[in-house]
């Protein structure tokens, strides 16, 4: 049942011009349901904006924090020089004229369900500002920055957005991320900006799962019982209370460093549904599925990812782990590390997911993003077999929810320094999914003070849609 103030808007805007119907369509100081998102939708259709055939459900986006080297993962340049090329070879895939690096085996044995963009660029050197364009699709409050950390001016994670379109009324969050808030340790600002509402507000900061989810202990911060209560004695009302009455005063107690930001006070509630505590029961999956995804802490984030879009999330992100090693920033000790830490269990969990989505019928609904801040530089450092940082070429995935299967966007020049056709920019890249999930791009929302922003900066790339 549509509310009525969104059922009068709905009518009001049919007057409006296009730009208005876009900005004064979306403000609703009671947020956006499901059906209100529908009737947006009905409105950019009359305007004459172009939507996807069929609207992806859920994203999982999987953040390789630090910056992959493109030419160490799906752009290698053969033909170059030595000191550019590097150690690996190129591989052919299922895709004809496809090829991949050698290590991402998995990954050559179903490219036929992805899409490589090798044309992403912009000019941000900066792991934190470049990783806020990344998250959220708009440029950081400051470019070119890794002295500014998070702050309310921040545009709202692609999640937070989410979250104000798409709440699940399950009790679910509409918005998780794990296993932490990036953080450079090298950085003077220490946290990535964009990891949380911004100026939509706490309220759509989402939820963040910390942890080791491969340690057979592990479960969410929160939503642990006691034990001396079972799930049995939760149907008692008073054992209930028992149990708010204790995690009050531990939220209380709590720090800002608490997993759960502004969404503490909600954690309590969400134990007492059997739903959400099934969601993030990693114990359900079969020993041989956790296997498949691969007994780390990465391939259990990305599994947990695959639980909670299944039980109705929007979006889940994956932001990648503190391996104590600098992430993908390899500066130094390039190819040893993506060839034993990092590609191995990269490419072990991307295939778990895309076949395992496949399987399951899911993969036409969700839309599988993978993707790093930015590039590395060609030219491999003589001293220590590294690669600085490089925003102006690099590479992405995307696959499922809309995307063209077994495509390639975009081409870089010889050393894959720069692209030469079909540049792709983090806003063109964060509205496509936007996009690709049914948001109408070109609407407006107001942030505290009542100022009107686009959810998106970018161009769709419609060339990648089915």
Same mark, same amino acid.
């Given at each position: ?341 990092? %590609? ?10 895309? /076949?395992? @989505?496949?399987?399951? =019928? #899911?993969?036409? &609904? *969700? ?52 692209? %030469? ?10 509205? /496509?999914? @936007?996009?690709?999930? =049914? #948001?109408?791009? &070109? *609407? ?23």
């Amino acid at each position: 049942m549509r509310h009525r103030s969104g059922c009068d808007q709905f009518w009001q805007t049919r007057r409006m011009s296009r730009r208005q119907l876009l900005s004064a369509g979306s403000i609703s100081a009671l947020g956006l349901g499901i059906s209100e998102l529908d009737a947006r939708r009905a409105l950019a259709k009359e305007a004459g904006i172009r939507l996807p055939k069929k609207r992806a459900k859920a994203c999982i986006f999987l953040f390789m924090w630090g910056g992959p080297s493109q030419l160490d993962t799906f752009d290698l340049k053969p033909h170059a020089p030595s000191e550019i090329r590097g150690d690996f070879k190129p591989i052919s895939t299922k895709v004809p004229g496809m090829q991949i690096a050698e290590h991402f085996t998995g990954l050559a044995s179903i490219s036929d369900k992805v899409s490589i963009i090798r044309s992403l660029t912009h000019d941000d050197p900066a792991h934190l500002s470049s990783g806020h364009a990344t998250l959220t699709g708009q440029l950081a409050p400051i470019v070119k920055s890794d002295a500014d950390p998070p702050s309310s001016k921040d545009s709202p994670h692609l999640g937070s957005i989410l979250s104000k379109f798409r709440p699940t009324g399950t009790g679910l969050p509409a918005f998780v991320a794990m296993p932490w808030k990036a953080y450079h340790p090298a950085a003077p600002g220490g946290e990535a900006p964009g990891q949380h509402g911004g100026w939509l507000g706490a309220e759509h900061d989402g939820m963040l799962l910390t942890g080791d989810l491969n340690d057979p202990k592990w479960c969410p911060e929160g939503l642990a019982l006691p034990e001396s209560i079972s799930l049995g004695r939760l149907e008692s009302r008073v054992e209930l209370l028992k149990l708010f009455d204790s995690q009050r005063i531990n939220l209380q107690n709590s720090t800002s460093n608490s997993a759960y930001g502004s969404h503490q006070s909600r954690a309590a509630q969400m134990i007492s549904s059997p739903g959400v505590r099934q969601a993030f029961d990693l114990t359900r999956e079969s020993e041989s599925t956790r296997e498949r995804y691969g007994r780390n802490q990465h391939g259990q984030c990305v599994l947990m990812a695959r639980r909670l879009v299944e039980h109705g999330v929007p979006l889940v992100s994956v932001n990648w782990h503190n391996d104590g090693k600098n992430f993908w920033d390899t500066h130094g000790n390039n190819f040893n590390r993506l060839k034993n830490d990092l %590609i191995p269990p990269s490419d072990q969990a991307l295939t778990a997911l895309l /076949t395992d @989505l496949d399987e399951r =019928g #899911l993969l036409e &609904e *969700t839309l599988v993003a993978w993707v790093g801040e930015f590039g590395r530089k060609p030219q491999i450092a003589k001293n220590n077999a590294g690669r600085e940082h490089w925003p102006f070429c690099y590479s992405g995935l995307l696959a499922g929810g809309g995307i063209q299967p077994g495509a390639v966007y975009g081409a870089s020049d010889k050393h894959a320094a720069y692209p %030469i056709s079909d540049p792709v920019s983090p806003q063109d890249f964060a509205t /496509t999914i @936007l996009h690709a999930l =049914g #948001l109408p791009i &070109e *609407t407006h929302l107001l942030d505290r003070e009542d100022r009107p922003h686009r959810i998106s900066s970018g161009r769709v790339l419609h060339e990648l849609l089915t």
